[in-house]
Nanobody
């Protein structure tokens, strides 16, 4: 089974930036589209962005469009989420997971291999 490990979270002031990483093993990123999802306090897990496995097309939720950029480095088997102009409402735990319905950034139903995620806190 594809294993994904998230890293790169932290505490940042509003307007700041962070870059999250998602490293895949043992399969390559050609295996599946990959998405970033987040769980913010008091809300269900939601889709943030996804990147296709074939041509690296990228898709974003309206709430992050223009501020976040997803990319991947096949040589490193890693997907990145560059987050800029961060807002307090971006605070939450960020996860990566297969996104089989990309460009629809929906939480994959039945997926039970969620990692620990990486905490992003946007606060002054």
């Amino acid at each position: 089974q594809l294993q994904l490990v998230e890293s790169g979270g932290g505490l940042v002031q509003p307007g700041g930036s962070l870059r999250l990483s998602c490293t895949a093993s043992p399969f390559t990123l050609d295996y599946s589209p990959i998405g970033w999802f987040r769980q913010t306090p008091g809300k269900d897990r939601e889709g943030v962005s996804c990147i296709s496995s074939s041509d690296a097309s990228t898709y974003y939720a309206d709430s992050v469009k223009g501020r976040f950029t997803i990319s991947k480095d096949n040589a490193k088997n890693t997907v990145y989420l560059q987050m800029t102009t961060l807002k307090p409402e971006d605070t939450g735990v960020y996860y990566c997971a297969p996104a089989p319905w990309c460009p629809n950034i929906v939480v994959p139903s039945g997926y039970d291999a969620w990692g620990q995620g990486t905490q992003v806190t946007v606060s002054s």
